[in-house]
């Protein structure tokens, strides 16, 4: 049974950093492609990142690209995004989220497992 467990968010000012952390088990991150989305109260779910099995490709929203990053260990079993120079509209609950023999997708529908997320609030 596949388990996605988040961890690692919390307030931080503007510009500040931090690491998310996604535990999965009951997965193998050879067959399965791992991704960060995010909700804001009052909006949609939007993706963040992502990145293909085996971590071979990682794609990033416009509005992340070059400040946060993907990774995996594999082996601890868990999925990173760090987040640096953080500001105010990063603010909302961050959850991951693993695609069966995906390539690394952008798109929600595409992801059969979700964790439960994480609260991240940036202040000005």
């Known amino acids: 049974q596949v388990q996605l467990v988040e961890s690692g968010g919390g307030s931080v000012q503007a510009g500040g950093s931090l690491r998310l952390s996604c535990a999965a088990s009951g997965l193998s991150f050879s067959t399965f492609a791992m991704g960060w989305f995010r909700q804001a109260p009052g909006k949609e779910r939007e993706f963040v990142a992502a990145?293909?099995?085996?971590?071979?490709?990682?794609i990033y929203a416009d509005s992340v690209q070059g400040r946060f990053a993907i990774s995996e260990d594999n082996a601890k079993g868990t999925v990173y995004l760090q987040m640096n120079s953080l500001k105010p509209e990063d603010t909302a609950v961050y959850y991951c989220?693993?695609?069966?023999w995906g390539s690394g997708s952008s798109r929600y529908g595409d992801y059969e497992k979700w964790g439960q997320g994480t609260q991240v609030t940036v202040s000005s």
């Open positions: 990145v293909s099995m085996s971590g071979a490709r990682a």
């Open positions: 989220a693993a695609d069966k």
